[in-house]
């Protein structure tokens, strides 16, 4: 620690060294000039005979030797000066000082072969050195006071808030793995994205451009059907990942041990399509599997329910909507259970219907306070109930719809050992509201079949899930691990998750998957992303000035890795996110921040080689329109048949009464007539 004492005392050596200095230079003044200063009678004896001594020594021989000395020891003066510190001091001026200096210092001996008389040539020699002297001062005084730490250097913090990422290539038989690079320090390194257990579910958030399907969904499809892995891939602007998906399995078709086969399901383009029954009354064992498709059906045909559950105009029709399932699961054995029939059925008067509802015994419980409303004339109270769900469904009934899920070209267990598939289903994002609600009950079906014990290791992928309704896609993430159904969740942001599934929902789907890879987003987005992959060490400097010294202070503290203002600027392919691993496969550096490698060309090449999605079927309007009469003449005949039965069976049951009240009137009749 400097003292007071300590200060002045190198000030004092720092005077005396520059005195001597200047004194060097001075008698080097007075020998190379000394017939000027003669002439001046500016000599004296003594001071000659003084001169003449200190020149014995050697210094003075010649005119390099003392002004390099002067030189010298004005250089040690200015190492010891200690000025006060400016940011404003620039070093580009510091040298144009020193370097004219010198130049002025050294290129004054020119004045001696100047053709004119001693007197200029002493006076032009001596102001000219002196001049060098003085600039060579004055820059190595500013040199001094420079500020030698640069704090604006990083104006973003960016280097600072590097971190190590993995860099080794982690593959197992379900990984999905991105190649990558990332700045460390300044340097640009390679880097893997190693999502190795995809099965604890992978979240890909970015806003519109940030290069979701390009560059992570792509990825998914291509790895996993190289892998062998059944696929249902949900294409909300089809069909960019169906043209994807149908390339790659006839690239990879010969990993599989069965080959799968590729199933569509489209709703404007019919003969791009197949046809599936979502209400296959195979797979619907028992009346929850109905309750749980009238939900879902509902729920997302009114996306403002999905935040009222539980209430008794929302739950109504749901119940109506469920008994009307299973009535038709039942009749027949399932002959008419279609979602069209459903549709078709639910349109019927409440005299018909009620009467053939009841006679269906598991469904009694649901439809009694409909009926009771019924049968006491409560018409508005009955409307409230049940009216909702016949307008909810009635936008569903269109011949094109009808047609689609009115077939039975294939069933949605993709993930059959025996039979497995690949199915994309498109949206059109212009219909968003009445396909994304039937789309969604197919989700619910194939999710409901594939989450099973004994299955192939499947894949589902959802583009934009928000524009679909899934309400246990949470259940769906955590239980299904054990049985190999790897997840893909693309969404734009997290309020836009919330808009569609409200606040409860939205949260448990952000924070149950184990993998997320996020691109630019904004707002409470970006605030969660940035505290779940959390604080590093950092550097931290800070400069203090004042009138008599300059202090420069480093320290450490923990701080975001990535802050929420640096994912709100993220670059189209630049990615931020965390890993999830294995306990058999542990991976330390789970967290990344890196810019995802696509090979732009290759892929543009591989592209311009894709052949479209083939045409599976010619379909005409007439048989589309005779589809649509054909399943309102089912409806009309199944309503004829069992009305019928039931009036025959009521005038049965009177001939019966009849018959009776005449046993019980103690006489036959024809005694009775011959009286």
Not at 361 to 388: D, H, R, T
Not at 605 to 627: F, H, L, R, S
């Amino acid at each position: 620690m400097q003292t007071g004492e300590d200060i002045q005392g190198l000030r004092k050596i720092i005077d005396f060294t520059r005195l001597i200095s200047l004194l060097i230079l001075s008698i080097h003044f007075y020998i190379s000039c000394y017939t000027a200063f003669r002439e001046w009678h500016w000599t004296a004896e003594i001071t000659n005979r003084l001169v003449m001594n200190i020149g014995k020594t050697g210094l003075f021989i010649g005119m390099l030797k003392p002004k390099l000395a002067a030189l010298l020891l004005l250089f040690i003066t200015l190492i010891g000066a200690k000025g006060k510190k400016d940011e404003k001091i620039r070093k580009d001026t510091i040298a144009i000082y020193i370097g004219a200096g010198l130049l002025f210092y050294f290129i004054s001996v020119l004045c001696f072969y100047l053709n004119a008389n001693v007197a200029i040539i002493a006076i032009s020699y001596i102001g000219i050195t002196s001049l060098g002297y003085l600039l060579i001062l004055t820059g190595g005084g500013r040199l001094s006071r420079l500020l030698k730490i640069n704090l604006q250097k990083d104006i973003f913090n960016t280097e600072n808030e590097t971190f190590p990422q993995e860099e080794r290539l982690l593959e197992n038989e379900y990984s999905v793995n991105l190649p990558a690079r990332y700045s460390l320090k300044g340097k640009v390194r390679n880097s893997w994205i190693n999502f190795i257990n995809p099965f604890r579910g992978l979240l890909v958030v970015g806003t519109p451009g940030a290069g979701k399907s390009y560059f992570v969904i792509r990825h998914v499809i291509d790895q996993h059907l190289k892998k062998g892995f059944s696929m249902f891939i949900y294409d909300f602007k089809f069909d960019d990942l169906t043209k994807i998906a149908y390339n790659k399995l006839k690239k990879y078709q010969h990993n599989y041990k069965v080959k799968p086969k590729f199933y569509l399901i489209n709703f404007d383009d019919l003969s791009r399509t197949h046809r599936c029954n979502p209400l296959d009354p195979q797979s619907m064992d028992d009346i929850t599997d109905a309750t749980e498709a009238s939900r879902t059906i509902l729920l997302g045909l009114n996306r403002e329910w999905i935040k009222k559950q539980g209430d008794f105009f929302v739950e109504s029709p749901i119940n109506f909507l469920t008994a009307i399932i299973w009535y038709l699961r039942k009749y027949e054995n399932g002959r008419y259970c279609t979602l069209p029939h459903v549709i078709e059925l639910m349109q019927a008067d409440y005299e018909e219907l009620f009467p053939i509802l009841k006679e269906q015994e598991e469904i009694k419980v649901l439809i009694n306070p409909f009926i009771s409303a019924f049968q006491n004339k409560a018409k508005e109270q009955l409307e409230g109930q049940v009216a909702s769900a016949k307008i909810s469904l009635a936008r569903l009934s269109s011949p094109q719809l009808y047609y689609v899920l009115s077939g039975n070209d294939f069933t949605l267990d993709i993930n059959n050992p025996k039979k497995p598939k690949i199915v994309c289903m498109g949206n059109n994002p212009q219909k968003l509201q009445t396909y994304g609600a039937v789309l969604s009950l197919y989700i619910s079906r194939v999710i409901k079949l594939v989450n099973r014990k004994n299955q192939l290791k499947s894949s589902l992928i959802f583009d934009e899930f928000p524009t679909i309704y899934f309400n246990n896609i949470d259940s769906l993430i955590a239980t299904a691990r054990s049985n190999r159904v790897a997840t893909t969740l693309g969404i734009q942001d997290y309020s836009q998750l919330k808009k569609d599934y409200g606040r409860e929902q939205a949260e448990v789907i952000m924070n149950i998957v184990g993998n997320i890879i996020s691109g630019q987003v904004t707002g409470d987005t970006a605030k969660q992303l940035s505290e779940r992959i959390g604080k590093i060490m950092q550097e931290r400097n800070s400069l203090s000035i004042n009138s008599n010294d300059t202090s420069i202070s480093k320290s450490t503290q923990l701080d975001y890795a990535v802050p929420a203002s640096k994912i709100s600027a993220l670059s189209s392919g630049t990615f931020v996110g965390m890993v999830a691993d294995n306990p058999d496969e542990k991976i330390e550096l789970k967290v990344f921040h890196s810019e995802i490698q696509n090979d732009h060309s290759a892929i543009n090449a591989e592209q311009d080689g894709y052949k479209p999605v083939p045409e599976i079927d010619q379909v005409t309007a007439e048989d589309v329109q005779e589809n649509y009469l054909m399943i309102k003449a089912d409806i009309q005949s199944l309503i004829d048949t069992e009305i019928g039965m039931l009036k025959e069976r009521k005038t049965a049951e009177n001939s019966n009464k009849a018959e009776h009240r005449d046993e019980n009137s103690g006489e036959p009749s024809g005694q009775a007539m011959s009286m």
